[in-house]
């Protein structure tokens, strides 16, 4: 009997090592990737090419006024053919722009207005502890600019509240939600009219829940469309000349409404003003441009912090400093993804490799079909769980790619197999956690 008890402790005890040892590799592989990629990033920026020499007439066109009208998932076929916009396209700049590889809502609106997406998988774990919200933005260089900035939203740019003087939301009740936005608008357009604020940026979301609860083509979606466009036109009307008006998405949806991390979701933007082309047109570009022609629009230098293209062809005034005409590289996913291609050989080997070993080691003898289907329903249903909770609370992830992922779960396959293998743990427990563990952890 002593016996029996003396040698279960210790396997209790290698049980809790394994399941241990598993969290960890997970952990691990997730931060293997990262440095991989942030390693990819910094030396694609060194290798940049230099800047080129300043011109003797360069120039920054002198300080605007910005009215910015967001229309969230703002889907680009169908924003395309938003009446108001079709007639504006002939004096503005027209833009179509790609949605980040995060298409949510603070994720996409922090790439619009820093200028550069987010790098790092762990930057959602800062972002728990980082609710002050410290990221340098437009907004901030606005106001050390002397402009003074004024945003109707629903705590979209939160992370951005310092250079943001006046945060208002965008919905007055009472009303249903429409009635409360447009108020809110028309307050918007006040504020701008009144000169108060030489940035107004109001965050529209009625086509995008329309677009969640009703979907493309219903009468309620169309609806949700017609004022927005109603709105494009009073603000047109409200905005001078001499300002800069521009109707942006944050990103768009699929004809089912849809819109998450990695769906090819376009957007598109509008400016009309006198820093740009009346009649150009740019794009495909990606969301960050909204920092590159903003920051011309209110005539301030252009921030070290964007990455991306430059656009000077369609930039109106005098002839832009060297920052607009050769900014630092965009790092885009597509950019990673075929630097990482050299990864891909060995990757696949060890996919195959941990993938095969995996189900050797756990598909055997108990595990039953019951237990297999129950396990998979637990798994989904905890996926599900996590991302509706950081949905919920709008944290934000990087999403990896399906590389990433199968890398991740066949590292963690192969853990699990070694702690079954080696008696370490029961096969249902290692299935467990080898299914749910990397999943929690890249979701
Ligand atoms: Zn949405």
């Known amino acids: 009997m002593a016996v029996t008890t003396r040698k279960r402790a210790p396997w209790l005890a290698m049980r809790v090592l394994a399941a241990v040892a598993i ?4 952990w691990c592989a997730v931060a293997l990737v990262d440095a991989g990629v942030d390693d990819v990033q910094r030396d694609a920026e060194s290798h940049a090419p230099p800047p080129p020499p300043p011109i003797a007439n360069e120039a920054l066109p002198k300080p605007g006024r910005l009215f910015v009208l967001i229309i969230d998932s703002l889907r680009a076929p169908r924003a395309e053919n938003m009446k108001t916009v079709r007639e504006l396209r002939g004096e503005s700049l027209f833009v179509y722009v790609r949605a980040t590889r995060d298409a949510a809502t603070v994720p996409s609106m922090r790439a619009a207005f820093t200028g550069r997406t987010q790098r790092s998988i762990f930057a959602f774990v800062r972002n728990f502890g980082h609710h002050s919200g410290t990221t340098p933005s437009l907004f901030s260089q606005a106001a050390e600019h002397g402009h003074r900035v004024a945003t109707f939203s629903d705590g979209a740019f939160y992370e951005m509240a310092p250079g943001i003087a006046d945060p ?13 936005q447009v108020r809110a608008f028309h307050e918007a357009l006040d504020v701008f009219r009144s000169g108060a604020d030489d940035v107004v940026v109001f965050h529209l979301t009625t086509v995008d829940h329309a677009a969640h609860t009703h979907g493309p083509g219903t009468a309620a979606y169309n609806r949700a469309f017609e004022v927005a466009d109603q709105l494009v036109r009073e603000a047109n009307a409200a905005v001078p000349a001499d300002a800069t008006f521009v109707v ?5 949806h699929d004809e089912l409404g849809r819109h998450f991390p990695g769906l090819d979701v376009p957007t598109v933007g509008l400016y009309r003003g006198p820093a740009f082309k009346p009649g150009s047109v740019l794009g495909p570009v990606p969301l960050t441009i909204h920092r590159y022609l903003m920051s011309w629009a209110l005539g301030m230098p252009l921030s070290p912090d964007y990455r991306g293209v430059g656009a000077p062809q369609v930039l109106a005034g005098p002839t832009p400093p060297a920052d607009y005409r050769s900014p630092l590289p965009e790092i885009s996913a597509e950019f990673l993804r075929a630097k990482r291609f050299k990864w891909l050989g060995p990757l696949a080997l060890l996919v195959a490799l941990g993938g095969a070993f995996g189900i050797w080691a756990l598909g055997a003898v108990r595990f039953t079909a019951g237990r297999a289907a129950l396990t998979i329903l637990a798994s989904a249903t905890l996926f599900g769980a996590w991302g509706g909770f950081l949905a919920h609370h709008r944290l934000v992830t990087v999403p990896p790619t399906t590389t990433e992922l199968l890398f991740n779960w066949a590292l963690g396959l192969m853990i699990a197999a070694w702690a079954v293998v080696m008696r370490l743990t029961r ?17």
């Not at 969290?23 to 997970?26: D, G, M, N």
């Not at 208002?168 to 409360?180: K, L, V, Y």
Request: glycine share 10%; aromatic share 6%; charged share 15%.
């Open 23 to 26: 969290t960890v590799a997970a």
């Open 168 to 180: 208002r939301p965008n919905a007055i009740p009472p009303g249903d939600e429409e009635t409360c």
């Open 248 to 252: 942006m998405g944050d990103h768009g």
């Open 427 to 443: 096969r249902i427990t290692a299935t467990w956690i080898a299914l749910a563990i990397p999943g929690l952890l890249l979701y």
